[in-house]
């Protein structure tokens, strides 16, 4: 079956640095995505990994590891707006996007 | 630009109503797709359509329906509404179905609770 393991809630503090996990089992892989969810509104896109190995994008970096089925995503310099849902999505061999049930992160002053 | 546009924001309904929800995108996207959320749940398929004029079921496509006549507008049908029905529902475009062009933009969702 398919599957995407996350924590389901993470506390940090603010300027602090947060990496939140994400296990992954598709049937074929195109891809991992992570988007970010504020409560109430709708998920947006912060980064799309194919390839193994860490892509930075300002304060956001993620990080993906194939042959583990494993990525991570990395948050630097904590803001409060950065209290979110953070959800880890793979994309299997007919492009449909599996989702795991997001991060809730927590960020305290 | 608009971007993805859903309406309605909210809707309650009764049981064994039939409902539309409308879903529009001016950002000429090729693939549409419709989810529910619920709490503790990640995001789950409902319908998609990767090209105008055609449709595909995705996780959860019972009970509900979708047509897409053209590139723009992509509704979702409840024949029959039942109270298990009840979730968020969100739809989202992509410029295509396949890699980076998958990056899926969502509309701000529908809030739906049937009783």
């Known amino acids: 079956g398919q599957n995407i393991d996350q924590p389901t809630e993470m506390t940090a503090t603010e300027g602090a640095i947060v990496q939140i996990n994400c296990t992954y089992q598709t049937s074929g892989f195109n891809g991992l995505f992570w988007y970010q969810q504020h409560a109430g509104e709708a998920p947006t896109f912060l980064s799309y990994n194919v390839l193994d190995g860490l892509e930075e994008k300002g304060r956001f970096s993620s990080f993906l590891s194939r042959s583990k089925g494993y990525s991570y995503l990395l948050l630097k310099e904590l803001q409060m707006k950065d209290s979110a849902s953070y959800l880890c999505?793979?994309?299997?061999?007919?492009?449909?996007?599996?989702w795991g049930a997001g991060t809730k992160l927590i960020i305290k002053p | 630009i608009a971007g993805i546009t859903q309406a309605p924001t909210s809707q309650i309904l009764a049981a064994g109503r039939r409902m539309t929800l409308r879903c529009t995108q001016d950002m000429r996207h090729n693939a549409m797709y419709w989810y529910r959320q619920d709490l503790g749940l990640g995001l789950r398929l409902i319908h998609y359509?990767?090209?105008?004029?055609?449709?595909g079921k995705g996780e959860v496509p019972d009970g509900y329906s979708v047509s897409r006549a053209n590139t723009d507008d992509f509704p979702l049908t409840l024949a029959s509404a039942v109270p298990s029905q009840t979730s968020v529902y969100f739809c989202?475009?992509?410029?295509?179905?396949?890699?980076?062009?998958?990056?899926?933009?969502f509309g701000a969702g529908t809030r739906l609770s049937v009783l």
């Open positions: 999505a793979g994309m299997d061999s007919n492009y449909q996007l599996i």
């Open positions: 989202a475009s992509s410029e295509s179905a396949g890699g980076a062009k998958n990056i899926q933009y």
């Open positions: 359509s990767n090209t105008a004029g055609t449709t």
